[in-house]
């Protein structure tokens, strides 16, 4: 159990680092796989969620919405449809030195419930998931916002809206990629 979840008094937000409630084995698949493959390690490894990289390159997620939706209700063959036809290529992310209230702030405002943590080389190191953020004992009004957000009716986890372009944004420490991300040097 990490220091965040140990800790009983409230704490600031702003001064828990992201590193003290991220999972540091985040569960990923290569772009290749067949979507059957990815279907069968969620199954095995019980998560929603499987960060999709090309080499050590993070290009996107699939979860298991993606693979009732965009692949079985269009009737596509789990075992010859591939990972990258199904995912999503928009990857919300922070880097590992940023604080729980920039990620909070990030899950509220674009309604995730996972974010993909990168360290300075831009390497998938870790991930938190709502849960995550949940079980950390902190004060102010964060807690209440993530729960509208966990309660929430439907929602992707991830989305694509950019058509094909490829968009960054930049949030404090946070930087949101559609698409392909494209890695900025700051």
């Known amino acids: 159990m990490n220091e965040a979840n140990q800790a009983t008094k409230p704490r600031n937000p702003a001064e828990i ?11 990923v698949v290569h772009v290749d796989s067949t979507v059957m493959e990815a279907a069968a390690r ?11 990289v090309d080499g050590d390159r993070l290009v996107g997620a699939i979860t298991d919405r993606d693979i009732a939706v965009r692949s079985a209700a269009e009737g596509q063959d789990p075992k010859n ?6 995912m999503t290529s928009e ?3 922070c880097d590992e030195n ?3 209230a920039d990620l909070a702030a990030r899950m509220e405002k674009e309604q995730v419930r996972r974010v993909a943590i990168l360290d300075s ?5 870790g991930v938190v998931a709502l849960r995550d953020v949940a079980a950390t004992p902190f004060d102010g009004s964060i807690a209440e ?7 929430a009716e439907g929602g992707p986890s991830h989305r694509s809206s950019t058509g ?5 944004s930049n949030f404090g420490e946070i930087n949101v990629y559609s698409q392909r991300p494209h890695i900025q040097d700051d």
């Not at 449809?81 to 199904?86: A, E, G, P």
């Not at 916002?145 to 309660?151: D, H, Y």
């Open 17 to 27: 680092g992201v590193r003290e409630i991220m999972s540091r084995e985040p569960e």
């Open 42 to 52: 969620m199954a095995q490894r019980h998560v929603g969620v499987l960060f999709v």
């Open 81 to 86: 449809t591939r990972v990258m036809h199904v």
């Open 91 to 93: 990857v919300i992310h």
């Open 98 to 100: 940023a604080t729980v």
């Open 121 to 125: 080389k831009k390497q998938l190191v």
């Open 145 to 151: 916002r993530l729960l509208r957000l966990a309660t």
């Open 164 to 168: 094909g372009r490829a968009v960054a």
